[in-house]
């Protein structure tokens, strides 16, 4: 069956313009998570959504990050008024859900340029 | 808190070697689940294994082979008779029966030369 698809592939943008970056989860899979791979910090939570509970944000670097979830299956992640140390590859990942420690499966990533 | 340390930050080998990437773990948890998973440069981190706290046996999948130790904290992985096309950053992580992120190390570039 098909994985996890994120669009778009690549992004370029401008300090201080805003990004939607989205993902597709695998049919079926009720837990959503989004991570953060860049240089400096390795690969980093950002947030998790399961079923209709409310998201844990934790991970979220600052409030010009948010996401939502529509419908219990595809989910934009949102960067307002980008920054430089945005830059970085942002990837998606769904699991079952069934049990926390369910095997995450990743999109391919979106790699963010902010010139 | 969990941490998950991967010492080796690149290993460069000739093809058919074998090569064993390190990982280190720290929780608190009692029960807990540890991956392997493989970034190649496509970027698509593709997922490897998935072990759990109390089943310590080894394990075999065609060329690669783990082996977890509870006494030592370590679940390492072995490439046997490597190839070109093994050539990618491995990520080992760590996740929490209480919790639902996965903790990554730091990730060990594997590069394959024929």
């Known amino acids: 069956g098909a994985g996890v698809s994120q669009s778009p592939s690549n992004k370029v943008t401008e300090k201080g313009k805003d990004v939607e970056l989205r993902c597709d989860p695998i049919?079926?899979?009720?837990?959503l998570y989004w991570y953060r791979q860049s240089l400096g910090q390795g690969l980093e939570f950002l947030i998790y959504f399961q079923g209709n509970s409310a998201p844990d944000k934790s991970g979220l670097p600052s409030d010009r990050f948010s996401a939502e979830r529509t419908g219990g299956s595809v989910s934009t992640l949102t960067i307002q008024r980008t920054q430089q140390e945005d830059s970085a590859v942002y990837l998606c990942?769904?699991?079952?859900?069934?049990?926390?420690?369910?095997?995450?499966?990743f999109g391919p990533g979106t790699r963010l340029t902010v010139l | 808190a969990q941490k998950v340390t991967q010492a080796q930050t690149e290993i460069s080998v000739v093809e058919k070697e074998d090569v064993t990437l390190d990982c280190v773990y720290e929780t608190r948890d009692t029960t807990y689940y540890l991956f392997w998973y493989k970034q190649p440069p496509s970027g698509e981190l593709v997922f490897l294994i998935r072990r759990n706290s109390f089943d310590e046996q080894n394990e075999i999948s065609g060329r690669y082979s783990w082996n977890f130790q509870k006494s030592t904290s370590s679940f390492n992985f072995t490439i046997t008779a490597s190839q070109v096309v093994d050539s990618a950053v491995y990520f080992c992580a760590l996740n929490a029966v209480n919790d639902y992120k996965l903790s990554f190390g730091a990730g060990t570039t594997v590069t394959v030369r024929a």
């Open positions: 049919s079926g899979h009720t837990a």
């Open positions: 990942a769904s699991s079952l859900g069934a049990v926390t420690t369910d095997t995450q499966y």
